[in-house]
């Protein structure tokens, strides 16, 4: 597959999609210089101390995406303060600016709908060419605030599915950079995962090898 990368070059241009009820796909939400910024920012954050890790599960094995937190800090299957499962740091702060962006993605994308959440936490996943991720869900917060997912890099196949197994029913959603995904409501617990990367298919100009995938959500765990 030759995933293309300008909007522009599309014999069918994509638009904003409805997957399931309360999930929806916004292509190319982010402009290339916001692409730009927010990728310069990621690699600040993935410095040490608590920056870039490998994430271990509990039955010892490792992702294959590697991760770094702010504002607070997650390890399977639960949250902390600091870097329990790396170096014991404590975890960087959430930029105000990371929620704002998460609030202005659900009004765009839900149309308003819980757009005063409290964004609090950024997961940040980096996926090499090799890079999965096994369908889950992100149930450790208290918070049923809608999920905010943005893409920078290589594309991939989003899997997002249903909330009561790992397997079918399913769709496939090809998520390239600067791309929206938004899940909330009655699909805020669906399970979905990345099945696959495709390699080389970044914006030449963006300057990243693989693909960045920054993970808004509110935890609801008040002060802290």
């Known amino acids: 597959m030759n995933a293309t990368d300008a909007t522009d070059a599309e014999l069918f241009p994509r638009g904003r999609t409805e997957i399931a009820p309360g999930a929806v796909h916004v292509p190319g939400w982010l402009d290339a210089e916001h692409q730009r910024r927010l990728l310069a920012a990621c690699r600040a954050w993935a410095r040490p101390p608590a920056g870039l890790r490998t994430v271990r599960t509990p039955g010892g094995g490792t992702m294959t995406a590697r991760q770094v937190c702010l504002g607070w800090h997650w390890y399977p299957y639960g949250y902390a303060r600091t870097v329990v499962d790396g170096d014991g740091a404590p975890v960087k702060p959430f930029p105000e600016r990371l929620g704002e962006l998460g609030r202005r993605a659900v009004e765009d994308a839900l149309g308003g709908v819980e757009a005063t959440a409290a964004y609090d936490i950024a997961l940040i996943n980096f996926y090499d060419a090799d890079a999965r991720m096994g369908m889950h869900r992100d149930s450790d917060e208290k918070s049923d605030a809608p999920v905010v997912s943005l893409s920078l890099g290589d594309t991939c196949v989003f899997r997002f599915g249903n909330t009561g197994t790992r397997a079918r029913p399913y769709t496939d959603v090809e998520l390239r950079s600067g791309d929206l995904f938004v899940f909330g409501g009655a699909s805020r617990q ?16 963006l300057g990243l090898t693989g693909r960045l995938n920054i993970t808004l959500r509110a935890s609801g765990f008040g002060a802290g």
């Open 190 to 205: 669906a399970y979905h995962g990345v099945p696959r990367v495709y390699e080389g298919t970044a914006p030449p100009g």
